[in-house]
């Protein structure tokens, strides 16, 4: 096979598989639009999108949906591409309670990402504290609205959940069951 037969099937070759790869279900060109695939996967909303956050490796989507809460964890791969990340859910809002919340970790591209997201009911609640396992805290007292979304690299699992109001009384709290 001479040089130009070689290239041009070369060039056949990278087309046919760019053409299916972006074709392809799991792959999109922007974040939002894999976002939105993921939910539809999922038979979830659309939700409004309360926040995105970057992460390593992708971007956390954050969001509400009818009586739902939802974090979407969207991976960032080969170049220009984007997919779904480990999980797209929504979980039920629980309004008899000062918070609903929600943990969960995925193995995103290229270490594990753990992450806590929840929404207030209790509009005193100032401050969101998060204990892992490892004796890590981690604080949040910026929120998306009335939500929250505090994440870590690493298999550290979430242990405990603390929100306070502005003189520091403990207005919820929940400890994991193991």
Known sequence: MNRKKKLLRNIL????????VYSSRSFYMSPMA????????FHYGPSDIIHVEDFSGGKYFLGKYDRWISCSTIEKVWG????????????????????????????????????????????????VVVHLMDGTVLTQNKFYEDMFLLHWD???????????????????????TR
């Open 34 to 41: 894999a976002h939105m695939a993921a939910e539809r996967n």
């Open 154 to 176: 690493g298999q550290v699992e979430f242990d405990q959940i603390i929100a306070y109001d502005s003189s520091g009384t403990a207005v919820f709290q929940d400890q994991r």
């Open 80 to 127: 220009p591409f984007w997919r779904s990340g480990g999980h797209t859910f929504g979980v039920e809002v629980e309004t008899d309670k000062p918070l609903t919340y929600t943990w969960s970790f995925s193995w995103a591209s290229p270490k594990y990402q753990t992450e806590v997201f929840g929404i207030l009911h209790d509009q005193s609640i100032d401050k």
């Open 13 to 20: 070759i990278i087309t046919v598989i760019s053409l299916l």
